[in-house]
């Protein structure tokens, strides 16, 4: 059993939770991602990988309750358990692979929507354990949503936030302050790495191959069961289908067909709405004798 040793809100609906997990912290590795199970009757719930601390032996995840799996898992509280916590899973970030003399010389922008800044965090510290200080934006509806904002600015000073309403630094999305940074500004940039919400990665990567830009997205939104068997995150990449799970779940933004993945991960929507609503009536303590 995995203990929960900190839970801490960030946002309304998201939180933090460090996990005692020695094995995993051990082998983790920016870009991964794991599954966590609640208990016996608990469904398969891969979570990105926010911090690790192969010393302590714990492993930091961030989770949103948007469906009744997660809602379950919010509900826990320091020093309950997960009865399963499994990973590291998914290869590793491409760059980790880079030569010392490689890394110094590669600008990164990375572009973290919503919970995007929970797998972009572990990358930028890694770049910044090495000496690299990379470019960050971060996007939020508003400025109460933005996520880890102190963390990011603890590694690099090149922290730029984007709020839809204006509420905090850039007003507008994650692309107009790209677009300000590259032709506004003259910023250059040999990689962008963005992780987010599906249509903001597709419009991150519209933008990025009008400015002729190296992009890399995270695909970890398309997963189910973390494994390939489902079949649920196949994409296709380069004409080709992938699954994201196991062959990602990072890829070449300017290869994904991201319309196929919007559409694939719309599938199960309505299913996931009334399972919420449900795990909703039984954390409040009535009892649905309806069933899905």
């Known amino acids: 059993m995995f203990q929960i040793l900190k839970k801490s809100q960030l946002a309304p609906s998201i939180y933090l939770m460090e996990v ?76 980790i692979h880079y030569t010392p003399e490689r890394l110094a010389a590669t600008k990164f922008m990375f572009v973290a929507g919503g919970l995007g800044a929970a797998p972009v965090y572990p990358q930028v510290k890694w770049l910044a354990e090495r000496g690299v200080q990379a470019d960050v934006i971060i996007g939020a509806k508003n400025e109460n949503l933005i996520l880890l904002e102190e963390e990011f600015r603890s590694l690099t000073p090149n922290v730029h936030i984007a ?93 994904v067909d991201f319309d196929e993945a919007m559409r694939r991960q719309g599938m199960y929507r309505t299913i996931e709405e009334r399972r919420w609503a449900i795990e909703a009536e039984r954390l409040a303590g009535h009892q649905c004798n309806i069933g899905l």
């Open 20 to 95: 005692d997990a020695p094995r995993v912290a051990r082998a983790a590795q920016p870009g991964q991602f794991l599954i966590v199970i609640v208990d016996e009757r608990g469904e398969r719930i891969p979570l990105t990988i926010c911090d690790y601390d192969a010393e302590k032996g714990t492993v930091t995840v961030v989770i949103q309750a948007i469906g009744a799996s997660t809602m379950r898992i919010v509900a826990l509280k320091e020093g309950d358990r997960f009865a399963d916590f499994v990973g590291p899973l998914g290869h590793p970030s491409e760059f």
């Open 163 to 255: 709020t839809d309403d204006g509420s905090k630094g850039y007003k507008g999305l994650v692309t107009g302050l790209l677009k300000e940074l590259v032709v506004g500004q003259g910023r250059h940039y040999d990689c962008v790495v963005a992780i987010g919400p599906m249509i903001m990665m597709k419009f991150v990567a519209s933008t990025t191959k009008e400015l002729n830009i190296p992009t890399i997205v995270s695909l970890n939104t398309l997963m189910v069961d973390g494994t390939g068997m489902c079949g649920a995150c196949r994409v296709t990449v380069g004409g080709k289908v992938r699954f994201a799970c196991v062959e990602g779940p990072e890829f070449d933004a300017h290869q």
